[in-house]
């Protein structure tokens, strides 16, 4: 098993920055690829970013392309979501996800709670 717990989210004015942090604990001594998905009231949960267990490998959604950054520090079990330039269609709950292998393909193996992300315009 693997817990996930996010933190960093919260309220931010269009155009500012937030960094969200996801720590894993339990078995983390397994390889497993991670990344960020995201909720917004009334829409269905969709992929932000993601990033390989190595860390050489990163996915953006076009939405965020260019704005968010992923990155992860092994060493510290922890995954980071960088978001610049917010926009109020950011806004929305942020769920870190952790799949066991190298890549975050197919079924989440496992779940972070969330954190509530707020962009006002």
């Known amino acids: 098993q693997v817990q996930l717990v996010e933190s960093g989210g919260g309220l931010v004015q269009a155009g500012g920055s937030l960094r969200l942090s996801c720590a894993a604990s339990?078995?983390?001594?397994?390889?497993?690829?991670m990344g960020w998905f995201r909720q917004a009231p009334g829409k269905q949960r969709e992929l932000a970013a993601r990033?390989?267990?190595?860390?050489?490998?990163?996915y953006y959604a076009s939405s965020v392309k260019g704005r968010f950054t992923i990155s992860r520090d092994n060493s510290k079990n922890t995954v980071y979501l960088r978001m610049n330039s917010l926009k109020p269609e950011d806004t929305a709950v942020y769920y870190c996800?952790?799949?066991?292998?190298?890549?975050?393909?197919?079924?989440?193996?496992?779940w972070g709670q969330g954190t509530q992300v707020t962009v006002s315009s």
């Open positions: 996800a952790a799949k066991l292998g190298q890549y975050l393909l197919g079924k989440i193996d496992y």
């Open positions: 339990g078995r983390t001594s397994s390889t497993y690829a």
């Open positions: 990033i390989s267990w190595s860390g050489e490998t990163t």
